[in-house]
């Protein structure tokens, strides 16, 4: 047993974490660190340069774009880039629909869309989640019904984040209603231009519009935009949302996002002394250190794990980690809300987006995102998969209960 | 980064794991806990025979020159079996002392004899009123001729009772709760003026409250510099920690265990309980506190040896917080999860509950070190 890196690992993760400071543009890491809103230019311009380096889908086979480095790498890169704080490649595409269509894909779609999706002259967005199928996505109604040398599609789609900006949609859709109803589920990528699509913002409890309503209506999508096989959807689903190991428990920014709260709480004052300085607070802020470093260190022990088996099987473990960083997000996302007590609750949507700040904000210039992220980011623990469907995946998988 | 154990220490992990399975059984501990000093003399021989007493001494001074991780298997096997025999007491706390401080002559006449079992030693260190401050020392070292005089009382000494010998910190010089002043001495448990209570606690482990009356000693009794002990002191009882966390996973992984098993065969409303919802998301909140405390055992193993005392310091009190926390948990739900059944004294699953209460008791409970922890800044420095 050993903790340490070896030399090469240290001096790969010395390389990358130089990368990102000397490439990472100060706009963009300024709204990361404030907690401000990324446009689209933000995370098309910063993917762009990941992808110049070679670095855009290190995950990906060699053959697509891949770098081919070793699990603990891979590990390293994101920590890194969570911690820089740089924002994530689009995960819709990069993470999501690039894997699948790089396991299960035909070599047609592969050379038509991976390119793209590293490059994001495609922007992705997910079609899973319906109206009536949340937890139990698998009773999804959306029909896909074959007509010829296309199908027509029909139905909605929900909770289908940045679907404003997207090119694309990779859907879930019931082309064999006769079945039982994980079989019958096909795995569609559909050009969000087609004629019949509706895109209609959902304002979240924070006042943002990230996520949208997507409405089908006789969309007509060809039969080569099918991934895989028809019907075999399921399986391609329970891949993308189980083969994201090394991601999932974001310990590398809540690193980040620790490092900021000490920073305010050490610029807010209670009484005669720094936040940072008041018994309650600071042990607060320790408890949550001591549950992240013990998730990194359960992190690292599923990333070494990883070297010695097969990493393109989906690991229950993930389902974990998921559920305990989130519920680390989100008591570090609580701890940013209280640090600067009063001033969490002035509302001032416009400070929250980085490119509209023109007047001074109520009070200081720091608080303004904070109780906002809060309120959003509890769709962590939503959101994937609910934490409570992560326990009984657990309960099934690994317990056999 | 590598958390795989190495050939030699998979098979130490084997024949720890088989010993304790063959001998240490629910029933057969019960037995052990009977015996005159709350443990098995035979069990101890046997460690012994096994090579596990000599383990992390230095092989020229007789031992085997194992390392913490070695420790980390003997003491998960030993938590899974809630091992009675004073192992934590001689060989990592007392035989940490010696290794750290120890002069050749004490370690050469010494260690041969822990190693082959023969000889039991205690660490006298904490007092009715230090609570988890280990610089907290009222007993008295006072200069008398070359030696010195002890006086004091020593309280909660882990097999006290059962020790041949004992390692006593004493007050030299400064004020009660100075880092500086604090030696160590070695003392024959029946030297004239040392009157031991022994008791057992509520986990079943022996221990024992040590008057000390005018206890004279000679220079020889003093291990390391006279009044410079309190660092070592600090390192030996986080190398103690490190194990405790290790034993406490042993522990915790036979309370996930049993109850899983019992979830599946206990039967109500016509169903095995293990059906319902609830109990599973309660079962997999145990696996993950579990699993939280396994990261956190192995990061404390692998800082026992780390050169930056501070760096040391914290990781094993965040080690520390995660295992009480876990252990409770772990210890309440297992507890809950059987219902009646895990309320009696017949099962098993109480006393291991019991144990995982008493580890977060010892050397500073969660609260104590996620204090010092918050006083000290935490372990991530601010943006």
Redesign the interface.
């Known amino acids: ?6 030399g090469d ?1 240290v001096a790969f993760r010395d390389e990358v974490r130089a990368f990102f400071n000397q490439n990472l543009p100060d706009t963009i890491r300024r709204k990361m ?1 404030e907690g401000r809103k990324l446009g689209k230019e933000d995370i098309v311009d910063w993917q762009r340069i990941l992808n110049k380096k070679g670095w855009a889908v290190p995950h990906w086979t060699k053959e697509w774009g891949g770098t081919g480095w070793t699990p ?1 790498k891979q590990y390293i890169f994101l920590d890194e880039m969570q911690q820089a704080p740089a924002p994530s490649p689009l995960q819709f595409g990069v993470y999501m629909v690039g894997p699948v269509i790089i396991a299960f894909g035909n070599e047609a779609q592969k050379k038509r869309f991976l390119p793209r999706i590293a490059n994001i002259d495609d922007w992705w967005c997910q079609g899973f989640s319906e109206p009536g199928s949340g937890s139990d996505l698998a009773s999804l109604k959306t029909t896909a019904k074959r007509a010829g040398d296309h199908y027509v599609v029909n139905g909605q789609k929900t909770w289908t984040t940045l679907a404003q900006y997207a090119d694309w949609i990779f859907c879930l859709v019931r082309t064999n209603p006769e079945s039982k109803k994980q079989q019958g589920i096909s795995f569609l990528l559909i050009d969000m231009k087609t004629p019949g699509i509706t895109v209609r913002p959902i304002q979240t409890l924070d006042g943002g519009k990230e996520v949208n309503e997507v409405f089908f209506d006789d969309v007509k999508v060809p039969v080569e935009n099918l991934v895989g096989e028809e019907n075999k959807g399921w399986d391609y689903a329970k891949f993308l949302l189980g083969n994201e190991r090394f991601g999932i428990a974001r310990v590398g920014l809540s ?2 996002r ?3 709260l ?2 305010l ?2 610029i807010e004052r209670v009484g005669d002394k720094p936040l ?1 300085e008041d ?1 309650r607070f ?2 607060k ?3 949550v ?7 990194e ?2 992190q ?2 599923v ?3 990883a070297k ?1 088996g097969d990493s393109s099987k989906p690991d229950p473990a993930s389902s ?1 980690l998921k ?2 960083g989130s519920e680390i997000q989100q008591t570090i996302s609580e701890l940013l809300f209280e640090v600067v007590g009063p001033y969490g609750l002035p509302y001032q949507p416009e400070q929250i987006d980085g490119d509209r700040i023109n007047e001074p904000s109520i009070g200081p210039d720091y608080a303004a995102p904070l109780a906002p992220t809060f309120f959003n980011w509890r769709k962590i623990s939503i959101y994937g998969g609910s934490n ?1 469907i992560q ?2 995946i ?2 099934k998988a ?4 | 980064m590598d958390f795989e154990l190495s050939e030699e220490q998979r098979l130490l992990k084997q024949s720890v794991e088989r010993l304790v399975a063959d001998r240490y059984g629910f029933e057969q501990r019960t037995g052990y806990m009977k015996e005159p000093q709350g443990w098995s003399r035979t069990l101890w021989k046997q460690y012994a025979e096994l090579g596990l007493l000599g383990l992390p001494f230095a092989e020229k001074d007789g031992g085997f020159g194992g390392g913490p991780v070695d420790t980390m298997i003997v003491m998960e096997a030993f938590g899974r079996a809630l091992v009675l025999e004073p192992f934590l007491a001689t060989i990592v706390l007392s035989g940490g002392i010696l290794r750290a401080l120890g002069n050749d002559k004490q370690k050469s006449e010494l260690v041969p004899k822990i190693a082959d079992g023969s000889l039991i030693l205690a660490f006298a260190q904490t007092e009715r009123q230090s609570r988890y401050d280990l610089a907290d020392v009222v007993t008295t070292a006072k200069k008398d001729g070359a030696g010195y005089v002890l006086d004091g009382t020593k309280s909660l000494v882990l097999n006290g009772d059962s020790a041949d010998k004992l390692i006593v910190s004493g007050r030299i010089s400064g004020k009660q709760r100075d880092k500086e002043g604090i030696g160590l001495f070695l003392i024959d448990a029946k030297t004239k003026g040392v009157s031991t209570r022994g008791y057992q606690n509520i986990d079943g482990m022996r221990a024992a409250e040590i008057t000390l009356s005018s206890v004279k000693v000679g220079p020889e009794a003093l291990i390391g510099e006279p009044g410079k002990a309190f660092p070592t002191i600090e390192r030996v009882v986080d190398e103690a920690i490190a194990a405790l966390s290790a034993e406490a996973v042993g522990a915790m992984a036979v309370m996930h265990e049993v109850t899983t098993d019992f979830l599946k065969t206990r039967r109500q409303f016509g169903v095995p309980i293990g059906n319902f919802q609830v109990l599973q998301h309660a079962a997999v909140d145990m696996l993950m506190a579990l699993e939280q405390a396994r990261s956190m055992a192995m990061l404390a193993t692998m800082m026992v040896d780390e050169a930056d005392n501070v760096e040391r310091h914290k990781s094993i009190a965040a080690a520390k917080v995660q295992i009480g926390r876990s252990g409770r948990f772990v210890g309440k739900t297992a507890v809950q999860l059987h219902g009646g059944i895990g309320m009696t004294m017949e099962y098993k699953v109480g006393h291991y509950f019991k144990r995982a209460m008493a580890i977060d008791m010892l050397f500073g409970d969660a609260d104590h070190h996620l204090a010092m922890l918050a006083r000290t800044g935490g372990l991530l420095a601010a943006a």
């Open positions: 047993m050993d903790l340490g890196f070896t690992e660190v603990v690193k980040e620790i490092r900021r000490k920073e709480a050490s940072i018994e600071r042990t802020i320790a408890a250190e001591v549950e992240l470093k013990a998730l260190m359960t690292l022990r990333v070494a794990a010695n974990i559920v305990k409570e326990k009984n657990v309960a690994i317990l056999g209960l």
